[in-house]
């Protein structure tokens, strides 16, 4: 327990735990008030029983005389008012506890999912090409609200009800020790058995729950996100069928939380019950008369009333924790993932390319593969020069452009902009830099100007550069005649509402819009026919005049008047040259040209 502690302290920052004190403060205001409340039954009842009572007794009396009462009668009156208008402060600060418990609680769940995102955004490029997208979404919604309501919301309902019951507890022990020392020990024992027996299950619950929910967030983002494949193949039914013994396990797994966390209540009570009988035999055999008794008796009855929801509010909040440890594992795993802040900071300076690009003795290789998928590249690309990595399937240009890109750190090697090598502290600068235009190009659910000033705020865009941007990519007079709101108008969901080649054009003047002066163009034109591709190309060697670019293309078009041309076989680069020049020494080039020719035909 200690160890589960710790560990959700550690989930918050030093100003939410200075929160959490003050919220501890508050609970206890509220657990004395509380006692005091019903430590005025007893003196009340007194008093109703038997009235001479308030002339005999110090400061009854003293109340009496100086607030000028004239009769026993009234001076009742004014006593149940007085515990009546106790109450009322107590329920209003319970109603005060309850606000701030919630506040405290569901404000730690925007802050921890807040940090688990930006947690996530920092990692390298390579933690999300070990991870299925889908946990992360999972982690961020499901995980932390789980955390939330399985730990940090049943916590502070925890030491709230904790309090209150001590203090309760002391109350009695006071009035009558003996018997509130055997009702404590009746129920200490009753809870004991019930949390042992449940422990281990509400345990084993959370794990499943955690592994199920995983599954079902992999099955959705899979179905979704190939709909228009699993439409054609008739595939819906399939992911029915893949979710649907994940869900029952969730859903099962919840129903025996939510019976095991709710049964002992009924138990608790029903020994409550019997203590209430139990406690009346004991009065009357010692006192003999009941009415003696009503006094003591309608405080332990007011206290078991406040208590029963207390100890069935803990079972709860304990079978929550119990069953969301799980949760916690995970978020806590992910939230220790860290990367130096120096990449992320809000501003960045600039680091261009302004004489040459150097990479030297470049190798690389993933954590879990041994082999290398680059080795011994040697490649030097001057300013405002067209460069084209070509190469069969699997010869590692893609892993290249992830290196050039800033995105791969080279397992051996440098890479060099203007002669100073790229490191974690300067890559920012060097991205900054980069327009990049992948072959599946993401669109946000906004307007056509949004998606092409990506990640500018509102009243920071250039209309003009938009414009100018879309004219490039050959969209300006598509989206002036044919849209109804033109540059406002939203594309839909990953752009359901436009064609192939309309969003690789979009992704062009994404590209643009931000004046890099390198542009690299990773299979950008793949979606569009031949005479698109040759507008949408003429225009970038036109604006392209002091950028540098670089493309990595299958179809061979689109490199063929590229200033020199890269080939890489096996992680290697075996030729560098134009395109006659491949054409005339380069097999493996005149390979790759020759099946280009023969997709062109058909064409």
Known sequence: MNKLVRRTWGLLDGHEQRQLGLLVMLMIVQACLEVISIGSILPFMALLERPEAIHTTWFTQKAYESLGFTTDRNFLIFSGLCVLGLFVIVNAVNALSLCAQAHFSWMRSFSISRRLLRSYLSQPYT????????????????????????????????????????????????????????????????????????????????TRIVSANEACYRVTNEAFGGIKEAKLRGMEQVYVDAFSP???????????????????????????????????????????????????????????????????????AIANIRSSTASLDVVVADLKKTFPKERHADRVDPFPLTDCLELSQVAFEYETDERHILEGVDLSIRHGESIAIVGSTGAGKTTLLDILLGLLEPTMGTMKIDGIPVTPENVRGWQSQ??????????????????????????????????????????????????????????????????????????????????????????????LDSKTEKQVMDGLRKQAEDRTVIIIAHRLTTVRFCDRIVVLDSGRISDIGTWDELIDRNETFRQLAGEDDGIQSLD
């Open 434 to 527: 980069i327009g990049y235009v992948p072959q599946n190009i993401f669109l946000s659910d906004d307007s056509i100007r949004r998606n092409i000033a990506f990640g500018i705020p509102d009243e920071e865009v250039s209309q003009e550069q938009v414009e100018y941007a879309g004219s490039v990519a050959g969209l300006h007079e598509f989206i002036t005649s044919e849209l109804p709101d033109g540059y406002w108008t939203p594309v839909g969901e990953r752009g359901v509402r436009l064609s192939g080649g309309q969003i690789q054009r979009l992704g062009i003047a994404r590209a643009i819009y931000h004046d890099p002066s390198v542009i690299f163009l990773d299979e950008a034109t793949s979606a």
């Open 246 to 316: 994940q869900g029952y396990m969730v859903a099962r797994m919840n129903r025996r939380r939510v019976i095991i966390s709710g049964t002992p209540r009924y138990i608790l009570e029903t020994v409550a019950f019997g203590s209430m009988l139990v406690l009346v035999l004991i009065l009357l055999s010692t006192s003999g008369s009941i009415s003696t008794i009503i006094p003591t008796l309608s405080v332990f009855a007011f206290a078991g009333y406040r208590l029963m929801p207390s100890l069935s509010q803990i079972f709860v």
């Open 127 to 206: 933690f999300f090409l070990r991870r299925n997208s889908a946990d992360f979404t999972r982690n961020i919604y499901q995980e932390v609200r789980q955390v939330i309501v399985g730990l940090i919301l049943p916590g502070v309902i925890l030491l709230s009800r904790s309090i209150s019951i001590s203090l309760i507890l002391a109350l009695l022990l006071y009035i009558n020790w003996a018997i509130s020392l055997g009702i404590a020990v009746v129920f200490t024992i009753t809870y004991a058995i019930v949390f042992m027996v449940s422990r281990k299950a509400l345990k084993q619950i959370g």
